[in-house]
């Protein structure tokens, strides 16, 4: 993801920090356990030494030093697992301590970024930890079926609103199971209220889970982004690299498409932006109050033949939850 140099430099010190902490974490857990059982510290003591010794063999050419030296460490290894399994400890008690076990805390796997540095960027970017405090209620685990009727009927599908939504989980949950190998892109539409947004988020929160690069706008949010690049490109550092990750992300999340006030501006930047994502196979989801009609009529026929030839279609419908949730 593109950054300023003075946003690199803020994340790198926040990995140094994060890399400090973890090695305060385990050397907290060495002191603690050396104090319960002195034969721990004896074994790491036994291990170093081992190790060096085998080193200077290996260096005068000893080459069964390497074979020798595995034998000696795995006994070593087994006797330090078996005494912390006798004090009621993990087996990972005295391993490293990683926030993300892929880059172990660089932001790096190898020469190339890893997605936690991939997402940190984003949220750098966009100032989208709030996203973060919003996925902890909307996710899948808090997601009710309560709401949704078993009576009123879609007359153009034969479903309930409870089948119809119980239908539009499934289709999310197969979205993020076949996120890496199946490009997809999903439309949720509907009446106000009717849980499309927390839908999307359910998806958000599986997909970050999972080390994928989310972003999320609302409509409003995102043109605003595409008429700061067009005419205030020049000037913002900052406003070319938001516009860049709108592009590059694994998953773009566009709410309620339809409340930003439609002009010719941005339907030609939502055709741009749908059509360059479908082109790179990135995926989105957009979520809507318009009806399909609508969204032919205010944004082209062009637009609506990408949207409808490119997403899964997913229709929610029933009673305002919001409402039913006040007055409950």
């Known amino acids: 993801m593109p950054l300023s140099n003075s946003q690199y430099d803020e994340i790198i010190r926040e990995y140094n920090a994060r890399q400090i902490q973890n090695q305060h974490i385990l050397d907290d857990h060495i002191r603690e356990v050396y104090g319960k059982d002195a034969r721990l510290k004896e074994i790491d003591d036994a291990i170093s030494s081992c190790s060096l010794a085998h080193a200077r ?71 989208q930890s709030n996203i973060r405090t919003i996925l902890q ?31 539009a989980v499934t289709e999310c949950k197969n979205f993020i199971r076949e996120f890496d190998d199946v490009f997809s892109n999903l439309f949720l539409y509907g009446d106000t209220g009717v849980g499309k947004t927390f839908l999307s988020n359910c998806v958000a929160k599986e997909l970050l889970d999972t080390g994928h690069s989310v972003i999320y706008f609302t409509a409003f949010q995102l043109f605003d982004i595409f008429e700061k690049n067009t005419f205030h490109r020049e000037t913002d550092e900052d406003i070319i690299a938001a516009h860049q990750n709108i592009f590059d992300c694994d998953l773009l999340i566009i709410d309620d498409l339809g409340t ?69």
């Open 57 to 127: 063999k290996l260096l005068n050419g000893d080459m069964t030093a390497l074979s020798s030296l595995r034998d000696k460490l795995s006994d070593y290894k087994q006797k330090r697992l078996d005494i912390l399994k006798e004090l009621g400890y993990s087996e990972q008690y005295l391993e490293p301590v990683y926030e993300c076990k892929d880059c172990k805390d660089t932001g790096y796997i190898g020469s190339h970024r890893c997605h936690c540095f991939k997402q940190r960027a984003i949220d750098m970017v966009y100032t």
């Open 137 to 167: 209620e909307e996710n899948f685990d808090h997601f009710s079926y309560e709401y949704y009727s078993e009576i009123e009927i879609n007359p153009s599908t034969g479903l309930t609103s409870l089948e119809t939504t119980k239908k």
């Open 260 to 328: 930003e006030l439609p002009n010719s501006f941005t339907i030609s930047q939502l055709f741009l932006c749908l059509n360059e994502r479908i082109l790179r196979k990135k995926s989105t989801i957009i979520s809507t109050n318009l009806t399909l009609n609508q969204i032919a009529e205010i944004y082209s026929e062009r637009t609506f033949s990408r949207i409808s030839s490119n997403y899964v279609m997913l229709k929610l419908f029933g009673d305002d939850i919001r409402i039913q949730k006040k007055f409950r």
